[in-house]
């Protein structure tokens, strides 16, 4: 086989076998397919799609490009849930003890990565003593004794997926619905994923800004998932503005134990609620959505949820004490309230400029040298929709720094107070295939 025959078979608009698609990918994991060809291939792919079949045999290339994390001695079906990120998306950190607490095994790797906040991890570990750097055995026996544990990113996973992504970054090949539907679904069942809930984010604050964007790389998605025999499925969810109230880490835990004591935002609820039910659906706990959602929402009711988030924390060197003493979690030095500046009806806080001032703050990284400091962050009082009067505070700023004039400009830039708008909604679509 040659590597050019296949750049001309794609960029003619035809259909690429599966070998044509394996050669691609190990030879370019191995390095003996050169970056110049592999942009060209992409770059075909880009403009001439793939089809379903095509989709599904890149994303298998992919997750044998490298080493596959073996779940298999955990009892039960393993649904992983997954984001195409956001701003203030504190679900994962409700969803894990919350669907754990009615039997679902969650065994969740997870990464650090860039962003407006850190990863899952990174808000794991406002938490003295929480360690993500343990054995993929005791990570096991954590999961089979308790239902829920969270391990680092370890492994040689998906490389040929590492590269191409880099790859793709700089030659204008990111945005292309297969090549980021496979890139995402390879990582997913590398790390063992036997069933695939997906939340498909649309809005500012989102990857796809766009509801059609969104629902196409969702299609794209759950396809590949079906075809390669994973039970998948996808939300797509409303990030025009941040989701729950906080953006931060410690900010974030914090709102995470409200939600698990049924104290949380409206907007955090229901999304976790709502991807919870097709959670416990796909593992098998429930035969229906409704009575999925019963047995989560009675798991916040009678205090299971939370007491099984007790345990996960101190399984994993954390303590648990900080549920419910919460002022313990690392906290920032000032607290500085951004007003509104006249009367009237919230109708725009754009989630991506609101993630920047996050990040501007010091809650995320931009590098990966950066330190994350913890305890940063902003707390929306107000969100799109809530009327407001002159003077009253629409969001908190919680800063290590006095000075937050550069923050507030940026903030001020991204809220819009009219006479009244529309409220976003929040759960836009379901996709099952
Ligand atoms: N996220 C991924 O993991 N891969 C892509 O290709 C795009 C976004
Ligand atoms: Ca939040």
């Given at each position: 086989m040659r590597m050019v025959d296949i750049i001309e078979k794609k960029r003619d608009g035809h259909t690429l076998s599966k070998e044509e698609i394996e050669f691609f990918i190990?030879?370019?994991?191995?390095?003996?397919?050169?970056?110049?060809?592999?942009?060209?291939?992409?770059?075909?792919?880009?403009?001439?799609?793939?089809?379903?079949?095509?989709?599904?045999?890149?994303?298998?290339?992919?997750?044998?490009?490298?080493?596959?994390?073996?779940?298999?001695?955990?009892?039960?079906?393993?649904?992983?849930?997954?984001?195409?990120?956001?701003?203030?998306?504190?679900?994962?950190?409700?969803?894990?003890?919350?669907?754990?607490?009615?039997?679902?095994?969650?065994?969740?790797?997870?990464?650090?990565?860039?962003?407006?906040?850190?990863?899952?991890?990174?808000?794991?570990?406002?938490?003295?003593?929480?360690?993500?750097?343990?054995?993929?055995?005791?990570?096991?026996?954590?999961?089979?004794?308790?239902?829920?544990?969270?391990?680092?990113?370890?492994?040689?996973?998906?490389?040929?997926?590492?590269?191409?992504?880099?790859?793709?970054?700089?030659?204008?090949?990111?945005?292309?619905?297969?090549?980021?539907?496979?890139?995402?679904?390879?990582?997913?069942?590398?790390?063992?994923?036997?069933?695939?809930?997906?939340?498909?984010k649309t809005g500012s604050g989102a990857f796809m800004k766009t509801l059609e964007d969104a629902e196409a790389l969702a299609h794209a998605m759950v396809s590949i998932g079906n075809n390669v025999g994973r039970n998948t499925m996808a939300i797509i969810s409303d990030m025009s503005q941040p989701l729950g109230r906080a953006i931060g880490n410690a900010l974030e835990l914090q709102e995470a134990i409200d939600t698990l004591k049924g104290q949380g935002p409206d907007d955090l609820t229901e999304l976790v609620l709502t991807l919870g039910s097709q959670m416990v659906v796909l593992a098998g706990k429930a035969s229906t959505l409704d009575e999925a959602r019963q047995l989560l929402e009675s798991a916040i009711h009678t205090g299971q949820a939370l007491e099984k988030f007790k345990t996960f924390i101190s399984n994993q060197g954390g303590d648990a004490s900080i549920v419910d003493h919460p002022e313990q979690l690392p906290r920032a030095r000032y607290q500085i309230h951004f007003q509104a500046q006249k009367d009237g009806m919230i109708t725009e806080m754009i989630a991506n400029e609101i993630g920047v001032a996050s990040m501007m703050l010091g809650a995320g990284r931009q590098t990966k040298e950066d330190v994350i400091d913890l305890g940063v962050g902003i707390v929306l009082n107000k969100k799109v929709g809530d009327r407001v009067t002159k003077g009253d505070s629409i969001l908190t700023i919680h800063s290590n720094k006095e000075n937050v004039d550069e923050i507030l400009d940026k903030l001020q830039e991204s809220i819009t107070i009219e006479e009244k708008g529309e409220v976003p909604t929040l759960i836009h679509k379901i996709i099952t295939e």
């Open positions: 190990k030879g370019y994991t191995k390095g003996d397919i050169p970056d110049y060809q592999a942009s060209s291939l992409a770059m075909a792919i880009f403009f001439q799609d793939m089809n379903e079949e095509e989709r599904a045999a890149m994303t298998m290339a992919m997750v044998n490009s490298g080493d596959r994390i073996d779940l298999s001695q955990i009892h039960g079906t393993k649904v992983d849930k997954h984001s195409t990120g956001g701003v203030g998306d504190t679900t994962t950190l409700v969803l894990a003890p919350l669907v754990a607490s009615v039997g679902v095994p969650v065994a969740k790797m997870s990464g650090r990565g860039l962003g407006h906040t850190g990863g899952t991890i990174d808000k794991l570990e406002s938490v003295k003593g929480f360690n993500v750097e343990i054995s993929e055995e005791d990570f096991i026996k954590l999961v089979n004794d308790n239902q829920v544990a969270v391990i680092g990113q370890s492994g040689n996973l998906t490389p040929a997926d590492k590269k191409l992504y880099a790859l793709r970054d700089v030659t204008g090949t990111v945005n292309s619905i297969p090549l980021i539907a496979s890139s995402i679904m390879s990582k997913k069942i590398a790390a063992g994923a036997d069933a695939i809930v997906l939340d498909v």
